[in-house]
């Protein structure tokens, strides 16, 4: 028996398992994806696979073993919110190191207002945003300074937030050519343009890599910065391509994780689990484990799980901020909270996000749509070159609402090939229509002098980076699903540590957050479980 299994290997479990191992805890991380850790024979490093394997990415038979060993999901998600159900795979994580592996590396401290969410919105209408965390700016600073240093954050203060001075980061590299341009501008308008706190190591030739795994060893992440040391230094062991199916549970304890790997069921035990799957598949797995004591799912008492689905907002905005301007870089560099509160209400963040992909990223896939795109090059290259690149993409990052009709569901569709599926259902409310377009606004109003191009609408849900809340956590058992430890309620070893315990999901990146709650419930778990 292990002392601790964690489901999951991405920014919650990552970061939980290695301090528990560290603590001298037996560590089992369980990992659906496969293991893209240095030295993987196949993996796929420096570029979206799209680009680096383009035959074996225009091939469905093919496409997803490519994703796979680039760390990608393979799960295809099921969106029922429309009249019309529509299928994708998302983007995000699916292998060690989770989502973090792909990430742009932004690790940002939440506001300290973002923990009493509920007064920074003048009529959040039928939503369930609480008025506060159960836990507070002050009690987590800790923790964000402790994962601030295990991921080696480096960046500048917000200059309009009077907390983001403590963090006391080393400093960042200079803006480079390509984003001070728009620095200096958004300055001389009297805005606050800062330095994103990146977890990035900035060695030579450093690409800031973000949607694809990195070649280098600049790229901080939960699995270089958490689940590689809790294996190498503090023996954790790791257990790639192995899908947990359920967990068997009696009324106050899991028993049994049961998983398929490989062709096989194993049925693993340890005192404590923890689920760290991601927000989509955690409360899949939890509404999978069904059972006498649990017929509505396990640790379902509130009928929450699943509820409360939140994505974030993100509407991507490419610019050119003087004539002549061009650019292929991936910097992520500038950060402006200048609407983040504004005129009595909360919108969001905007952060650049460097260049546009190319083409071959959308034309070298399966499907009518990417061959399409094949048949009619090089006429549609020259027109997507000619007015698609070399701008700086910005990304207007805004916080939506939690709703309890927003969730995340099982599929109705079997897994045979390996895949696992699941539904969303999830529309705009009132609250986010309108702030969406006052946000807008105001951003266009200030790009104003200069050429802009949307390059998609965050009405659409096919953008899940930032999903969160789907296993809210609270005081009350009524109203949330885990307890301010992250425990289950009512199931006393069962512990969540992905994104799905947020009860909002303010309005920055949640990498820092996840983190510094990880290796908080690691101390707590670590002393009820294992003191004696």
Request: net charge neutral; charged share 20%.
């Amino acid at each position: 028996m292990w002392d601790v299994i964690v489901v999951g290997t991405g920014m919650g479990g990552g970061m939980l398992g290695y301090r528990l191992a560290r603590s001298g805890r037996r560590v089992l991380f369980v990992e659906k994806g496969r293991s893209t850790l240095p030295g993987t024979p196949g993996t796929i490093r420096s570029a979206m696979p799209e680009m680096v394997e383009p035959r074996a990415c225009r091939s469905e038979g093919t496409y997803y073993d490519a994703l796979a060993r680039a760390g990608r999901s393979t799960d295809e998600v099921e969106d029922i919110s429309g009249r019309f159900p529509k299928r994708f795979v998302p983007f995000i994580g699916g292998g060690t190191g989770g989502s973090s592996a792909l990430y742009g590396m932004v690790c940002e401290r939440f506001f300290a207002a973002d923990f009493t969410p509920r007064q920074n919105f003048r009529d959040p209408g039928e939503s369930t945003v609480p008025e506060a965390w159960p836990v507070t700016y002050d009690q987590m600073r800790p923790w964000y300074a402790e994962a601030e240093k295990l991921l080696g954050v480096r960046g500048e203060p917000d200059p309009l937030r009077p907390e983001a001075v403590e963090a006391d980061l080393p400093a960042p590299p200079p803006f480079s050519v390509d984003n001070q341009p728009l620095v200096d501008y958004l300055a001389g308008r009297g805005l606050h343009p800062y330095h994103l706190p990146m977890a990035c190591d900035y060695t030579a030739d450093c690409r800031t890599c973000q949607t694809y795994l990195c070649d280098q060893t600049c790229k901080n992440d939960a699995a270089r910065n958490g689940l590689l040391p809790a294996i190498v230094e503090h023996d954790a062991s790791l257990l790639t391509d192995c899908r947990v199916v359920r967990l068997d549970a009696d009324r106050t304890h899991v028993r049994h994780v049961i998983c398929e790997h490989r062709g096989s069921t194993v049925s693993l035990e340890a005192k404590v689990v923890v689920l760290a799957a991601g927000a989509l598949a955690t409360p899949v797995l939890l509404l999978n484990s069904r059972s006498g004591d649990w017929p509505g799912g396990l640790a379902n008492g509130s009928d929450l799980v699943g509820r409360n689905f939140m994505r974030h907002l993100l509407e991507p905005i490419e610019v050119w901020p003087r004539p002549g301007y061009r650019t292929m870089a991936a910097n992520k560099e500038i950060g402006l909270n200048d609407f983040y509160f504004w005129e009595g209400q909360k919108y969001g963040t905007v952060q650049s996000f460097g260049a546009i992909p190319p083409m071959e990223w959308l034309s070298n896939r399966p499907g009518a749509r990417g061959k399409a795109l094949r048949l009619m090059s090089p006429a549609v290259r020259r027109i997507y070159e000619r007015y698609f690149t070399g701008g700086l993409v910005l990304a207007a990052i805004m916080e939506d609402l939690p709703y309890p009709d927003n969730r995340v569901l099982p599929s109705d569709r079997r897994n045979g090939d390996g895949r696992q599926r699941l539904r969303i259902n999830y529309r705009l409310h009132r609250s986010e229509i309108d702030r969406r377009a006052v946000f807008l606004r105001q951003l266009k109003a200030v790009l104003a002098p200069f050429r802009t191009i949307g390059l998609g609408s965050s009405t659409g849900n096919s953008n899940l980076g930032h999903v969160c809340g789907t296993c809210r956590f609270g005081t009350d058992p009524e109203t949330s699903v885990l307890d301010p430890h992250n425990r289950a309620h009512e199931v006393h070893n069962l512990y969540v540590v992905d994104s799905s315990f947020f009860p909002s999901s303010a309005g920055l990146n949640p990498s820092l957050t996840i983190a510094a709650n990880a290796l908080r419930v690691a101390a707590h778990v670590d002393q009820a479980h294992f003191a004696s």
